[in-house]
């Protein structure tokens, strides 16, 4: 039956530019690891989880047909971004088989410049906690996802 449908089946079994994520689909398939209720770093950490969710939908709804921007370039962003974390720059047809995690790391200092890191194997997306503000983090991300496409650190 594959062989005979190949043009209908590729979609199941290869990337395409068919699914292509969405600021929706992402901020709907992203939960956060928290800490016990009540403890500064969970406060902390749902400050970095606010900022993520910002990022995506900075990423996601700043390009407008109104105003001349490229959208395609803005699909482009949310795609290195699912692709930093999943290991994929699209959707796969039947989604993927759990949501994305996101976890913490707690162990920086101050000065401390490490980057998120992601598991593509069990989809989970950690955040360091030491960005002091939104424009911090978006730096951060933003340089991580550019920086490192190409070096295996998907």
Same mark, same amino acid.
């Given at each position: #039956?594959?062989?005979?449908?190949?043009?209908? #089946?590729?979609?199941? %079994?290869? #990337?395409? *530019? !068919?699914? +292509?994520?969405?600021? *929706?689909? #992402?901020?709907? &398939?992203? &939960?956060?690891?928290?800490?016990?209720?009540?403890?500064?770093?969970?406060? /902390?950490?749902?400050?970095?989880?606010?900022? @993520?969710?910002?990022?995506?939908?900075?990423?996601?709804?700043?390009?407008?047909?109104?105003?001349? $921007?490229?959208?395609? /370039?803005?699909?482009?962003? @949310?795609?290195?971004?699912?692709? %930093?974390? $999943?290991?994929?720059? !699209?959707?796969?047809?039947?989604?993927?088989?759990?949501?994305? $995690? +996101?976890?913490?790391? &707690?162990?920086?200092? *101050?000065?401390?410049?490490?980057?998120?890191?992601?598991? !593509?194997?069990?989809?989970?997306?950690? @955040?360091?906690?030491?960005?002091? /503000?939104?424009?911090?983090?978006?730096?951060? +991300?933003?340089?991580?996802? +550019?920086?490192?496409?190409? %070096?295996? %650190?998907?």
């Amino acid at each position: #039956m594959i062989k005979q449908n190949k043009d209908a #089946m590729k979609y199941l %079994f290869t #990337m395409s *530019d !068919t699914f +292509v994520p969405s600021v *929706d689909y #992402m901020l709907d &398939h992203i &939960h956060g690891e928290f800490s016990e209720e009540g403890s500064n770093m969970k406060t /902390n950490e749902i400050d970095i989880y606010k900022y @993520l969710n910002d990022y995506i939908e900075d990423i996601g709804f700043s390009a407008s047909p109104d105003d001349g $921007t490229d959208i395609e /370039n803005t699909a482009t962003t @949310l795609s290195k971004l699912y692709r %930093f974390i $999943t290991g994929t720059s !699209t959707v796969p047809p039947c989604g993927l088989p759990k949501d994305i $995690t +996101v976890k913490f790391k &707690h162990d920086c200092d *101050d000065k401390c410049r490490c980057r998120p890191t992601a598991s !593509t194997c069990n989809i989970s997306f950690t @955040l360091p906690l030491h960005y002091a /503000n939104y424009l911090d983090f978006k730096e951060c +991300v933003s340089s991580a996802l +550019v920086e490192t496409y190409g %070096f295996g %650190f998907l």
